[in-house]
Protein backbone atom coordinates (compact mmCIF):
# COMPACT_ATOMS: atom_id res chain seq x y z
CA UNK A 1 0.00 0.00 0.00
CA UNK A 2 1.54 3.40 -1.43
CA UNK A 3 2.34 6.15 1.44
CA UNK A 4 -0.89 8.00 0.80
CA UNK A 5 -3.39 5.48 1.24
CA UNK A 6 -1.56 4.12 4.51
CA UNK A 7 -1.57 8.01 5.66
CA UNK A 8 -5.63 7.80 4.90
CA UNK A 9 -6.64 4.36 6.52
CA UNK A 10 -4.94 5.64 9.49
CA UNK A 11 -6.43 8.91 9.64
CA UNK A 12 -9.39 7.01 9.43
CA UNK A 13 -8.73 4.34 12.27
CA UNK A 14 -7.61 7.60 14.62
CA UNK A 15 -10.44 9.75 13.67
CA UNK A 16 -13.15 8.55 15.62
CA UNK A 17 -10.37 8.51 18.73
CA UNK A 18 -10.08 12.59 17.76
CA UNK A 19 -13.33 13.03 18.13
CA UNK A 20 -13.92 11.72 21.40
CA UNK A 21 -11.32 13.37 22.44
CA UNK A 22 -12.38 16.74 21.15
CA UNK A 23 -15.79 16.29 22.49
CA UNK A 24 -14.62 14.78 25.72
CA UNK A 25 -11.93 18.06 26.58
CA UNK A 26 -14.78 20.09 25.41
CA UNK A 27 -16.77 18.53 28.49
CA UNK A 28 -13.88 18.94 31.06
CA UNK A 29 -13.70 22.65 30.00
CA UNK A 30 -17.65 23.68 29.16
CA UNK A 31 -19.79 21.19 30.82
CA UNK A 32 -18.12 20.37 34.35
CA UNK A 33 -17.60 23.37 35.47
CA UNK A 34 -21.43 23.86 34.82
CA UNK A 35 -22.16 20.62 36.53
CA UNK A 36 -20.27 21.91 39.45
CA UNK A 37 -21.62 24.67 39.84
CA UNK A 38 -25.18 23.09 39.71
CA UNK A 39 -24.59 21.05 42.13
CA UNK A 40 -23.41 23.68 45.05
CA UNK A 41 -26.67 25.20 43.94
CA UNK A 42 -28.53 22.13 44.20
CA UNK A 43 -26.76 21.36 47.94
CA UNK A 44 -27.69 25.31 48.80
CA UNK A 45 -31.16 25.32 47.78
CA UNK A 46 -32.09 21.49 49.32
CA UNK A 47 -30.33 23.28 52.51
CA UNK A 48 -31.85 26.10 52.78
CA UNK A 49 -35.36 24.61 52.22
CA UNK A 50 -34.77 22.02 55.25
CA UNK A 51 -33.37 24.84 57.58
CA UNK A 52 -36.75 27.13 56.60
CA UNK A 53 -38.86 24.05 57.15
CA UNK A 54 -37.35 23.94 60.99
CA UNK A 55 -37.93 27.70 61.51
CA UNK A 56 -41.47 26.90 60.59
CA UNK A 57 -41.96 23.67 62.25
CA UNK A 58 -39.28 23.02 65.29
CA UNK A 59 -40.96 19.89 66.02
CA UNK A 60 -38.74 18.77 62.77
CA UNK A 61 -35.40 19.15 64.79
CA UNK A 62 -33.65 16.36 66.01
CA UNK A 63 -32.28 18.32 68.43
CA UNK A 64 -32.26 21.77 69.78
CA UNK A 65 -29.17 23.38 71.12
CA UNK A 66 -29.55 26.59 73.46
CA UNK A 67 -26.89 29.40 74.06
CA UNK A 68 -25.72 29.28 77.80
CA UNK A 69 -27.37 25.94 78.12
CA UNK A 70 -26.37 23.41 75.50
CA UNK A 71 -28.54 20.83 74.24
CA UNK A 72 -31.77 20.92 75.74
CA UNK A 73 -33.73 18.40 73.88
CA UNK A 74 -32.77 15.40 71.68
CA UNK A 75 -29.77 13.73 71.39
CA UNK A 76 -26.81 14.73 68.75
CA UNK A 77 -25.67 11.45 67.02
CA UNK A 78 -22.26 13.01 65.98
CA UNK A 79 -20.02 15.48 67.22
CA UNK A 80 -20.25 17.82 70.36
CA UNK A 81 -22.05 21.20 70.95
CA UNK A 82 -21.33 22.66 73.96
CA UNK A 83 -23.26 25.49 75.53
CA UNK A 84 -20.40 28.44 74.47
CA UNK A 85 -20.56 27.15 71.07
CA UNK A 86 -20.28 30.56 68.78
CA UNK A 87 -22.20 31.18 65.49
CA UNK A 88 -19.31 30.63 63.45
CA UNK A 89 -18.39 26.95 65.42
CA UNK A 90 -21.62 26.49 64.00
CA UNK A 91 -20.68 27.40 60.56
CA UNK A 92 -16.60 24.69 60.35
CA UNK A 93 -16.73 25.38 56.46
CA UNK A 94 -16.90 28.61 55.11
CA UNK A 95 -19.83 29.94 52.80
CA UNK A 96 -22.38 27.85 55.01
CA UNK A 97 -24.24 30.29 56.53
CA UNK A 98 -26.68 33.37 55.89
CA UNK A 99 -26.54 36.38 58.22
CA UNK A 100 -26.37 33.49 61.10
CA UNK A 101 -29.49 32.46 60.46
CA UNK A 102 -29.12 29.26 59.04
CA UNK A 103 -25.87 26.82 57.58
CA UNK A 104 -25.01 23.31 57.68
CA UNK A 105 -21.84 21.07 59.27
CA UNK A 106 -21.03 18.09 56.58
CA UNK A 107 -20.85 14.55 57.46
CA UNK A 108 -20.18 11.18 55.21
CA UNK A 109 -23.43 10.37 53.88
CA UNK A 110 -25.57 13.84 54.83
CA UNK A 111 -25.16 16.84 56.24
CA UNK A 112 -26.72 18.77 59.93
CA UNK A 113 -28.65 21.19 59.00
CA UNK A 114 -29.49 23.77 61.28
CA UNK A 115 -32.00 27.07 61.69
CA UNK A 116 -31.57 30.05 64.24
CA UNK A 117 -34.89 30.57 66.01
CA UNK A 118 -36.85 33.67 65.29
CA UNK A 119 -37.82 36.43 67.90
CA UNK A 120 -36.55 37.61 70.97
CA UNK A 121 -36.90 34.81 72.96
CA UNK A 122 -36.09 32.25 70.40
CA UNK A 123 -33.12 33.78 69.52
CA UNK A 124 -30.70 31.93 71.26
CA UNK A 125 -32.07 28.70 70.39
CA UNK A 126 -30.87 26.33 67.38
CA UNK A 127 -33.02 23.75 65.64
CA UNK A 128 -30.96 21.27 63.91
CA UNK A 129 -31.72 18.17 61.89
CA UNK A 130 -29.82 15.71 59.98
CA UNK A 131 -30.65 15.05 56.61
CA UNK A 132 -28.99 12.94 53.29
CA UNK A 133 -28.46 15.93 51.53
CA UNK A 134 -25.11 15.16 50.13
CA UNK A 135 -22.43 17.27 47.69
CA UNK A 136 -21.02 15.09 45.24
CA UNK A 137 -17.30 15.55 44.14
CA UNK A 138 -18.18 16.27 40.22
CA UNK A 139 -14.58 18.17 39.67
CA UNK A 140 -12.78 15.53 41.63
CA UNK A 141 -14.86 12.53 39.53
CA UNK A 142 -14.50 13.94 36.26
CA UNK A 143 -10.89 15.82 36.28
CA UNK A 144 -9.61 12.56 37.58
CA UNK A 145 -10.69 9.84 35.65
CA UNK A 146 -11.74 11.76 32.47
CA UNK A 147 -8.18 12.81 31.59
CA UNK A 148 -6.98 9.07 32.54
CA UNK A 149 -9.89 7.76 29.72
CA UNK A 150 -8.87 9.95 27.58
CA UNK A 151 -5.07 9.21 27.44
CA UNK A 152 -6.00 5.44 27.54
CA UNK A 153 -8.02 5.79 24.67
CA UNK A 154 -5.10 7.89 22.85
CA UNK A 155 -2.63 5.14 23.77
CA UNK A 156 -4.68 2.11 22.62
CA UNK A 157 -5.45 3.76 19.09
CA UNK A 158 -2.21 4.83 18.65
CA UNK A 159 -1.05 1.15 19.42
CA UNK A 160 -3.53 -0.01 17.27
CA UNK A 161 -2.32 2.41 13.89
CA UNK A 162 0.95 0.88 14.79
CA UNK A 163 0.21 -2.82 14.36
CA UNK A 164 -2.28 -1.81 11.65
CA UNK A 165 0.94 -0.12 9.66
CA UNK A 166 3.25 -3.02 10.81
CA UNK A 167 0.43 -5.56 9.85
CA UNK A 168 0.18 -3.77 5.98
CA UNK A 169 3.55 -3.70 5.74
CA UNK A 170 4.65 -7.09 6.49
CA UNK A 171 1.96 -7.66 3.70
CA UNK A 172 2.58 -6.13 1.27
CA UNK A 173 6.76 -7.37 1.93
CA UNK A 174 5.21 -10.92 1.89
CA UNK A 175 3.23 -9.92 -1.69
CA UNK A 176 6.33 -8.84 -3.10
CA UNK A 177 8.94 -11.54 -1.93
CA UNK A 178 6.29 -13.77 -3.18
CA UNK A 179 6.03 -12.59 -6.77
CA UNK A 180 9.33 -11.75 -7.00
CA UNK A 181 10.62 -15.43 -5.87
CA UNK A 182 8.00 -17.14 -8.44
CA UNK A 183 8.73 -15.23 -11.49
CA UNK A 184 12.38 -16.94 -12.70
CA UNK A 185 11.04 -20.14 -12.06
CA UNK A 186 7.99 -19.29 -14.06
CA UNK A 187 10.22 -18.01 -17.00
CA UNK A 188 12.37 -20.77 -16.99
CA UNK A 189 9.46 -22.73 -17.33
CA UNK A 190 8.50 -21.39 -19.80
CA UNK A 191 11.74 -21.84 -22.06
CA UNK A 192 11.90 -25.55 -20.94
CA UNK A 193 8.13 -26.17 -22.00
CA UNK A 194 8.36 -28.07 -25.74
CA UNK A 195 6.86 -26.50 -28.43
CA UNK A 196 3.64 -29.09 -29.03
CA UNK A 197 2.84 -29.00 -25.29
CA UNK A 198 -0.04 -26.24 -25.88
CA UNK A 199 -1.63 -27.22 -22.49
CA UNK A 200 1.73 -26.47 -20.61
CA UNK A 201 2.34 -23.54 -22.43
CA UNK A 202 -0.98 -21.96 -21.67
CA UNK A 203 -0.44 -23.04 -17.90
CA UNK A 204 2.58 -21.36 -17.61
CA UNK A 205 1.38 -18.16 -19.36
CA UNK A 206 -1.96 -17.78 -16.78
CA UNK A 207 0.40 -18.60 -14.10
CA UNK A 208 2.53 -15.71 -14.96
CA UNK A 209 0.05 -13.57 -15.64
CA UNK A 210 -1.01 -14.45 -12.11
CA UNK A 211 1.96 -13.00 -10.63
CA UNK A 212 1.94 -10.06 -13.11
CA UNK A 213 -0.97 -9.34 -11.51
CA UNK A 214 0.18 -8.95 -7.80
CA UNK A 215 3.29 -7.25 -8.98
CA UNK A 216 1.04 -4.56 -10.87
CA UNK A 217 -1.63 -4.60 -7.56
CA UNK A 218 2.09 -3.73 -5.14
CA UNK A 219 2.64 -0.66 -8.06
CA UNK A 220 -0.53 0.86 -7.96
CA UNK A 221 -0.71 4.06 -5.76
CA UNK A 222 1.04 7.01 -8.10
CA UNK A 223 4.36 4.65 -8.14
CA UNK A 224 3.61 3.32 -11.82
CA UNK A 225 4.47 4.85 -14.82
CA UNK A 226 0.95 6.59 -16.57
CA UNK A 227 -0.05 4.00 -18.84
CA UNK A 228 0.85 4.12 -22.86
CA UNK A 229 -2.00 5.78 -25.24
CA UNK A 230 -1.79 3.90 -28.30
CA UNK A 231 -4.48 2.73 -30.88
CA UNK A 232 -5.61 -1.13 -29.13
CA UNK A 233 -7.61 -3.70 -31.18
CA UNK A 234 -10.30 -4.29 -28.37
CA UNK A 235 -11.63 -7.59 -29.38
CA UNK A 236 -8.30 -8.55 -30.62
CA UNK A 237 -7.24 -7.87 -27.04
CA UNK A 238 -9.97 -10.20 -25.79
CA UNK A 239 -9.22 -13.10 -28.22
CA UNK A 240 -5.80 -12.68 -26.78
CA UNK A 241 -6.73 -12.97 -22.82
CA UNK A 242 -9.74 -15.67 -24.00
CA UNK A 243 -6.95 -18.28 -25.88
CA UNK A 244 -5.67 -18.75 -22.04
CA UNK A 245 -9.01 -19.83 -20.67
CA UNK A 246 -10.75 -21.67 -23.81
CA UNK A 247 -10.38 -25.00 -22.75
CA UNK A 248 -11.64 -24.20 -19.42
CA UNK A 249 -14.76 -22.59 -20.62
CA UNK A 250 -15.88 -25.09 -23.08
CA UNK A 251 -15.32 -27.80 -20.58
CA UNK A 252 -18.17 -26.35 -18.57
CA UNK A 253 -20.25 -25.12 -21.47
CA UNK A 254 -20.40 -28.24 -22.97
CA UNK A 255 -17.90 -27.63 -25.66
CA UNK A 256 -19.13 -24.51 -26.47
CA UNK A 257 -16.55 -20.77 -26.47
CA UNK A 258 -18.05 -17.79 -24.21
CA UNK A 259 -21.02 -16.21 -26.82
CA UNK A 260 -19.37 -12.79 -28.30
CA UNK A 261 -21.32 -10.32 -29.79
CA UNK A 262 -20.45 -6.79 -31.52
CA UNK A 263 -23.37 -3.94 -31.82
CA UNK A 264 -21.55 -1.80 -34.91
CA UNK A 265 -18.61 -2.29 -37.27
CA UNK A 266 -15.28 -3.64 -35.99
CA UNK A 267 -12.49 -2.91 -35.41
CA UNK A 268 -13.54 -1.67 -31.66
CA UNK A 269 -10.89 0.14 -31.51
CA UNK A 270 -9.18 2.19 -27.96
CA UNK A 271 -6.77 4.74 -27.38
CA UNK A 272 -5.24 2.85 -24.36
CA UNK A 273 -2.23 0.32 -23.37
CA UNK A 274 -2.48 -3.00 -24.98
CA UNK A 275 -0.80 -4.25 -22.19
CA UNK A 276 -3.26 -3.21 -19.60
CA UNK A 277 -6.40 -3.76 -21.87
CA UNK A 278 -5.52 -7.86 -21.39
CA UNK A 279 -4.49 -7.72 -18.27
CA UNK A 280 -8.04 -6.42 -17.43
CA UNK A 281 -9.84 -8.91 -19.55
CA UNK A 282 -7.89 -11.72 -18.46
CA UNK A 283 -8.97 -11.25 -15.06
CA UNK A 284 -12.44 -10.83 -15.94
CA UNK A 285 -12.58 -13.57 -17.70
CA UNK A 286 -10.75 -15.18 -14.85
CA UNK A 287 -13.61 -14.22 -12.44
CA UNK A 288 -16.30 -15.46 -14.48
CA UNK A 289 -14.73 -18.35 -14.81
CA UNK A 290 -14.37 -19.16 -11.45
CA UNK A 291 -17.60 -18.18 -9.73
CA UNK A 292 -20.26 -17.35 -12.44
CA UNK A 293 -19.78 -19.73 -15.81
CA UNK A 294 -19.87 -23.31 -13.63
CA UNK A 295 -23.66 -21.84 -12.63
CA UNK A 296 -24.69 -20.64 -16.34
CA UNK A 297 -23.48 -19.04 -19.79
CA UNK A 298 -21.58 -16.41 -19.94
CA UNK A 299 -21.90 -13.95 -23.22
CA UNK A 300 -19.78 -11.17 -23.73
CA UNK A 301 -20.67 -7.98 -25.82
CA UNK A 302 -18.76 -5.35 -27.85
CA UNK A 303 -20.17 -1.72 -28.39
CA UNK A 304 -19.28 1.80 -28.81
CA UNK A 305 -21.36 4.70 -26.81
CA UNK A 306 -20.52 8.50 -26.23
CA UNK A 307 -17.15 8.25 -27.24
CA UNK A 308 -16.07 4.80 -25.49
CA UNK A 309 -15.59 1.36 -26.76
CA UNK A 310 -17.42 -0.63 -24.22
CA UNK A 311 -17.17 -4.20 -23.34
CA UNK A 312 -19.88 -6.06 -20.96
CA UNK A 313 -19.25 -9.82 -19.41
CA UNK A 314 -23.10 -10.50 -18.54
CA UNK A 315 -23.41 -14.08 -16.55
CA UNK A 316 -26.51 -16.17 -14.61
CA UNK A 317 -24.27 -17.02 -12.17
CA UNK A 318 -24.69 -16.47 -7.79
CA UNK A 319 -24.81 -12.69 -8.21
CA UNK A 320 -23.98 -10.16 -5.45
CA UNK A 321 -25.94 -7.90 -3.05
CA UNK A 322 -25.99 -3.93 -3.43
CA UNK A 323 -24.02 -3.74 -0.95
CA UNK A 324 -21.73 -6.36 -2.45
CA UNK A 325 -21.70 -4.94 -5.80
CA UNK A 326 -20.31 -1.07 -4.26
CA UNK A 327 -17.72 -3.10 -2.83
CA UNK A 328 -16.72 -5.29 -5.14
CA UNK A 329 -13.86 -3.12 -6.30
CA UNK A 330 -12.47 -2.66 -2.31
CA UNK A 331 -8.86 -3.97 -1.83
CA UNK A 332 -8.96 -7.65 -0.52
CA UNK A 333 -12.56 -7.91 -0.60
CA UNK A 334 -14.36 -10.74 -1.12
CA UNK A 335 -18.10 -10.98 -1.46
CA UNK A 336 -20.54 -13.72 0.57
CA UNK A 337 -20.85 -15.77 -2.94
CA UNK A 338 -17.38 -16.19 -3.46
CA UNK A 339 -16.63 -16.93 0.01
CA UNK A 340 -18.65 -19.44 0.10
CA UNK A 341 -17.73 -21.15 -3.11
CA UNK A 342 -14.49 -21.90 -1.15
CA UNK A 343 -11.89 -20.73 -4.54
CA UNK A 344 -9.37 -18.93 -3.70
CA UNK A 345 -8.56 -15.70 -4.38
CA UNK A 346 -6.55 -12.82 -2.78
CA UNK A 347 -9.35 -10.07 -3.62
CA UNK A 348 -6.72 -8.15 -5.83
CA UNK A 349 -8.22 -8.75 -9.24
CA UNK A 350 -11.05 -6.20 -9.49
CA UNK A 351 -9.17 -3.87 -7.96
CA UNK A 352 -6.36 -4.26 -10.16
CA UNK A 353 -8.75 -4.53 -13.16
CA UNK A 354 -10.60 -0.78 -12.28
CA UNK A 355 -7.43 1.18 -11.62
CA UNK A 356 -5.95 0.12 -14.78
CA UNK A 357 -9.20 1.27 -16.68
CA UNK A 358 -9.36 4.66 -14.66
CA UNK A 359 -5.70 4.93 -15.51
CA UNK A 360 -6.50 4.93 -19.01
CA UNK A 361 -9.47 7.40 -18.85
CA UNK A 362 -12.12 4.63 -18.99
CA UNK A 363 -13.57 2.95 -15.78
CA UNK A 364 -14.95 -0.04 -15.03
CA UNK A 365 -18.45 -0.86 -12.94
CA UNK A 366 -20.53 -3.86 -12.11
CA UNK A 367 -24.91 -3.88 -12.18
CA UNK A 368 -27.13 -6.59 -11.34
CA UNK A 369 -28.47 -8.97 -14.25
CA UNK A 370 -31.36 -10.68 -14.96
CA UNK A 371 -33.03 -12.89 -13.49
CA UNK A 372 -29.82 -13.38 -11.84
CA UNK A 373 -26.16 -12.96 -11.77
CA UNK A 374 -23.81 -9.77 -12.42
CA UNK A 375 -22.64 -7.59 -15.38
CA UNK A 376 -19.13 -6.33 -15.15
CA UNK A 377 -18.45 -2.97 -17.91
CA UNK A 378 -15.13 -2.06 -19.24
CA UNK A 379 -15.32 1.28 -20.84
CA UNK A 380 -11.96 2.67 -23.13
CA UNK A 381 -12.08 5.78 -24.58
CA UNK A 382 -12.84 5.32 -28.07
CA UNK A 383 -9.79 5.87 -31.03
CA UNK A 384 -12.31 6.49 -33.58
CA UNK A 385 -11.23 9.88 -35.50
CA UNK A 386 -8.23 9.98 -33.95
Known amino acids: MDGGRLLRSVVALSLPTVVVVL ?50 RGTPEFGDYPADM ?9 GTKRRDMWGWRAFDGGRLVWARGVGEKDGER ?3 RWTSIEERDYALMFYLFGPVFLIVLV ?16 RDDFMAATAHDLTTPLVGMRYMIGADDAEAKILNERMIRLVENIKDFMRLGGRRADPRKERVDVMKAYEEAYSLFREDYRDLLDGK ?40 PVSVRFTTEGGFVRVEFADEGPGMRPGEMR ?27 REFARAMGGDLAVRANSPRGCVFTLDLPSAAGR
Open 155 to 170: GITFLGARFFVDYVRS
Open 257 to 296: DVHVSADGGAPFAALADETLVVQILWNLLGNDLKYAAPHG
Open 126 to 128: VYA
Open 327 to 353: RAFDRYYRARTVLESGKGGFGIGLCTA
Open 23 to 72: LGVRFLVVDVPKIVRDEKARVLSSSEHAAKAMRDDPSLADFVWERGRGVV
Open 86 to 94: SWKDWNPES
